[in-house]
T-cell receptor
C-alpha cells in the first residue's frame, strides 16, 4: 500500500532548462496539493488539483510554473526556464478530498523532490 | 484568511527535559490545526491534529497539544525529550469546510542536548 510517491528525489537543472516533477497520489486519492519549501522556510501552498481540473492555483507564480493532473498518470509540476531562485524542495500531498470533518484531515505528504538549479 | 506563528525558530532542550514548541494561529472561522515533523531530507509526517473534538490531543511519539481558543494557541509538548526528537516541527492550520489547503508556520528546529 504505497504512499504518495514523488520522483525524482533529487533533480539538478541548469538555468534556463525545464524541470518536471511527478507525484503519484495514494491509491484511491483524487486530490493533489503541491507545496514549495524554500531553504530555512516553511511550506508554501502552490496549487490544488483534482483529476483534470485545477481547483486553486492562488500560490503559483504567474509565469513559468504550471501543473496538471491528467485522468491517467501522475500529477506533474512543470517549471520552465528555471532560475536559481527556484531551488527548493517541492512536496506533494494527496487526499480523498471529500472535505467533510468526518473524513480526511492532515493528508499524506510525499518525500519531496529537491530541485537544485546551477 | 488564516495564519500561523511559531515562536522561536530554534529550541534546545536537554535529553529528558520538557519539550514545549509554541504555535499561535489566526483564523476568521473555526480551524483545524496540525503539527508535522520533518527529519532531515525527508517529507512531513503528521504528529497530531485538532479537529474540533477534544481540546487535548495526543499524537505519536509521546507528543501532545492543547487547543486553547481564548489564547488562539496550539502548543506542542512532550514530557521527556529523546535524542530521536531532534527535527524540524511545523504547525499548520486550515479551515473546517472547503479547500483542504494548509497554511504552515515557518517551523521550529528542535535540538536535543545529551
Amino acid at each position: 500500500n504505497a504512499g504518495v510517491m514523488q520522483n525524482p528525489r533529487h533533480l539538478v537543472r541548469r538555468r534556463g532548462q525545464e524541470a518536471r516533477l511527478r507525484c503519484s497520489p495514494m491509491k484511491g486519492h483524487s486530490h493533489v496539493y503541491w507545496y514549495r519549501q524554500l531553504p530555512e522556510e516553511g511550506l508554501k501552498f502552490m496549487v490544488y488539483l483534482q483529476k483534470e481540473n485545477i481547483i486553486d492555483e492562488s500560490g503559483m507564480p504567474k509565469e513559468r510554473f504550471s501543473a496538471e493532473f491528467p485522468k491517467e498518470g501522475p500529477s506533474i509540476l512543470r517549471i520552465q526556464q528555471v532560475v536559481r531562485g527556484d531551488s527548493a524542495a517541492y512536496f506533494c500531498a494527496s487526499s480523498s478530498g471529500t472535505g467533510r470533518p468526518s473524513t480526511n484531515y492532515g493528508y499524506t505528504f510525499g518525500s519531496g523532490t529537491r530541485l537544485t538549479v546551477v | 484568511a488564516q495564519s500561523v506563528t511559531q515562536l522561536g525558530s530554534h529550541v534546545s532542550v536537554s535529553e529528558g527535559a520538557l519539550v514545549l514548541l509554541r504555535c499561535n494561529y489566526s483564523s476568521s472561522v473555526p480551524p483545524y490545526l496540525f503539527w508535522y515533523v520533518q527529519y532531515p531530507n525527508q517529507g512531513l509526517q503528521l504528529l497530531l491534529k485538532y479537529t474540533s473534538a477534544a481540546t487535548l490531543v495526543k499524537g505519536i511519539n509521546g507528543f501532545e497539544a492543547e487547543f486553547k481558543k481564548s489564547e488562539t494557541s496550539f502548543h506542542l509538548t512532550k514530557p521527556s525529550a529523546h535524542m530521536s526528537d531532534a527535527a524540524e516541527y511545523f504547525c499548520a492550520v486550515r479551515v473546517i469546510f472547503g479547500n483542504e489547503k494548509l497554511t504552515f508556520g515557518t517551523g521550529t528546529r528542535l535540538t536535543i542536548i545529551p
